[in-house]
């Protein structure tokens, strides 16, 4: 609905304030107690509330956002029971929300923002919003504002419509005017609203910039969707900060996501929707594939199996590429599938996963999106951007055997993401360092940019791009990927800057459990991890996921158990060593090298591709508090892998830790037994 021009609070409304003394919203919530901004200061108001706390994983197993209202904030426990009881927020009768900084920090899941939504929420106070979850709320039409305006609000004054618009961008400001995503996109089709123009003159560009700008749509008044055309020869320079409109390429989205679109498309456009162009866009079945494995998890299977038909529905509805699972084995995760397959040089590619940002290795601009946005574009095949600003890493040198791009990304984060100069921005990847690097070492770079809490990351094309295209897709037109290709200009310029990191400087990392930023580096004598908390005794090593189940990870964790195997060392005992490959294709490589006996032989458990690592799914989540993994996946969030503690590392130190029983990095031929001396 429409947002009026003057906002007022509704007679018989109540408004929610997210206190950190608990017993102030249990009062609330049962109706006992209402406050007013006269009766708190902002530091009385709970910070950083975490997507997860408002929606759990397994709350996104439904997907009518009217059910998912019904446990909105399940995850937020306080001693061991959940503040909110299923519809607390909905019965309470709130339109408004209330709380410290970064509401919406954590996973991009726009369910967060569906629950509130849908509890009837549709004012979001807060002293800053973790901007992905701003741009879901932007899309749900829920109006954002901050304590002052509360503050006139509950005094009775209407607040202009335009100051909810402040600080965005003129088609966010259209979108919020509209109420929400799905009515802009209505609007604009009926010729109702016209987009501002890109007014952008030439320039040097960085290569996010390059792509968007060849991307860029001009949708004239009264112009319906299927009649945007492409425009790349008026405008084609854009600047950080421009609002553009930019034809997707292709996209994907996986069984954990994809009911979710179907139904918000059905919604919209009726049982007989049509999507744009299906060629380049794809479903995957790889995120709960192992779900009923995990024992928290066996309760949702009935619920997990409609996530699974609504997605064949979505297929064959719309003849999407279909890389569902034969016989309960998935053809791979979706990342790492889409850059063997998918993503081309210079493509825009979206999909609704957080880790969308690996397809960047392929000299591609790729980010995920919510389930609205998502739906948007896959009907129109556009979508609306802010162009963002970008930071530029030139690395140099070459990686010390024994190091690894985990090791370099796990000390970006330390160095450059901890202080925020990541933040939003596009990770640009060049120099002759680069080049030293293999194409699954540069996807590991691309994947971790959402750790960063960067938009993206994006490498440079070289010959060896090529030559793995070549290899990966034989009979492509590899000549086209070629002139598709973006280098930066000379004078680009980076708002974050440019930095150069000395590839010969780094040392194996491990990052402590809470954040991927909490790294430290290890001592390179013994190749212990030297720091407050002493040797880190380990129950799990998990080597998987998108991050870390790609060809090269299963060279890197076989070199490791070989040397082990031939030191005559099997898996420490009380140990379990898990390693998931991320695709058929990883798969069938590590059969034909014969990999698959050396693991068997060390005691390592293999388990067919798929993920679900960070979302509490998949294999190698642990199951009790005081359980400890070292894992090679990719983030460490409190309880995002089960309740114990994980920490991150290599694919090396999470082999080398296997043997070892500790967290321990690897050191070429540490396992190498030194020849007894010789009789004399
Ligand atoms: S690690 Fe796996 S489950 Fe987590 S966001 Fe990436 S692809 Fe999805």
């Known amino acids: ?251 994907y989205s996986h069984e954990f996501t994809t009911a979710q679109v179907h139904y918000f498309l059905e919604q919209e456009y009726g049982d007989d929707y049509a999507v744009q162009d299906p060629s380049k866009f794809a479903v995957f079945e790889d995120h709960l594939i192992y779900a009923d494995d995990v024992p928290k998890m066996r309760g949702f299977i009935g619920k997990i199996d409609v996530l699974r038909e609504l997605q064949r529905d979505l297929q064959q509805h719309t003849g999407v590429r279909d890389y569902s699972a034969k016989d309960r084995v998935s053809p791979g995760i979706c990342h790492e599938v889409a850059r063997e397959q998918l993503i081309e040089p210079g493509d825009f590619i979206q999909a609704t996963d957080s880790h969308t940002c690996m397809g960047g290795v392929n000299n591609a601009l790729a980010w995920g999106v919510g389930a609205t946005e998502y739906a948007n574009l896959l009907h129109s095949g556009f979508t609306q951007v802010e162009v963002p600003e970008s930071i530029r890493f030139e690395l140099t040198g070459e990686l010390a055997d024994g190091v690894t791009a985990k090791d370099v990304m796990l000390h970006i984060l330390l160095e450059y993401a901890k202080p925020q100069k990541t933040l939003n921005r596009v990770m640009e990847f060049t120099g002759p360092g680069l080049r030293t690097l293999s194409m699954d070492e540069r996807a590991t770079l691309t994947n971790m940019a959402t750790e960063c809490s960067a938009r993206t990351a994006i490498v440079e094309a070289d010959e060896e791009t090529f030559r793995w295209m070549a290899e990966w897709r034989p009979g492509a037109d590899i000549e086209r990927m070629r002139r598709r290709a973006v280098r930066p200009d000379p004078e680009a310029v980076y708002d974050g800057g440019v930095f150069r990191i000395d590839l010969s400087a780094m040392r194996p990392m491990v990052a402590h459990p809470g954040d991927p930023d909490h790294g430290v580096p290890s001592d390179p004598t013994n190749g212990a991890f030297v720091d407050e908390l002493g040797a880190v005794d380990i129950d799990i090593a998990y080597g998987g996921s998108c991050t870390a189940g790609k060809i090269d990870d299963l060279e890197f964790y076989h070199r490791v158990v070989e040397e082990a195997v031939e030191a005559g060392l099997r898996v420490h005992e009380g140990v379990r060593f898990l390693i998931q490959f991320g695709s058929e294709a990883v798969e069938r490589y590590c059969r034909e090298k014969g990999m698959i006996e050396t693991f068997e032989r060390a005691g390592v458990q293999l388990i067919q591709p798929g993920c679900g690592a960070c979302i509490g799914c998949g294999p190698g989540v642990s199951e009790s508090r005081d359980q400890v993994t070292v894992s090679a996946i990719n983030r460490n969030y409190k309880g995002r892998s089960g309740p114990g503690r994980l920490y991150l590392a290599s694919p090396l130190t999470v082999a080398a830790s296997a043997f070892t029983g500790h967290i321990t990095a690897y050191r070429p031929g540490m396992f190498v037994r030194t020849p007894a001396p010789a009789a004399v």
């Open 1 to 251: 609905m429409k947002p009026p021009e003057i906002v007022r609070l509704s007679p018989g409304k109540r408004v929610l304030f997210l206190t950190k003394d608990p017993d102030l919203i249990r009062k609330q919530l049962a109706g006992e107690l209402d406050l007013t901004m006269d009766d708190l200061t902002v530091d009385d108001l709970l910070d950083d509330i975490n997507t997860d706390a408002m929606t759990p994983a397994w709350v996104c197993f439904s997907h009518r956002p009217e059910d998912i209202a019904r446990d909105a904030y399940a995850g937020l426990i306080v001693d061991g029971e959940r503040l909110f009881g299923r519809d607390a927020l909905r019965d309470g009768g709130f339109e408004v929300i209330v709380s410290g900084v970064r509401k919406g920090v954590g996973s991009s899941r726009e369910t967060a923002v569906q629950a509130e939504k849908w509890s009837g929420i549709r004012i979001a106070i807060a002293a800053s919003f973790a901007p992905i979850h701003a741009r879901n709320n932007v899309n749900q039409g829920v109006l954002m504002g901050d304590h002052d305006m509360l503050r006139r609000l509950q005094a009775g004054d209407g607040v202009a419509l335009e100051e909810f618009c402040d600080g965005w961008d003129p088609i966010s400001r259209l979108v919020i005017r509209q109420g929400g995503l799905f009515p802009f996109a209505k609007a604009l089709a009926a010729g109702e609203i016209e987009l501002p123009r890109p007014e952008t003159g030439e320039r040097p560009m960085t290569m996010a910039e390059k792509i968007l700008a060849g991307h860029l749509m001009t949708i004239g008044e009264g112009a319906g969707q299927g009649e945007a055309e492409a425009d790349g020869a008026a405008h084609r320079y854009v600047k950080p900060g421009d609002a553009v409109v930019v034809r997707v390429d292709g996209g």
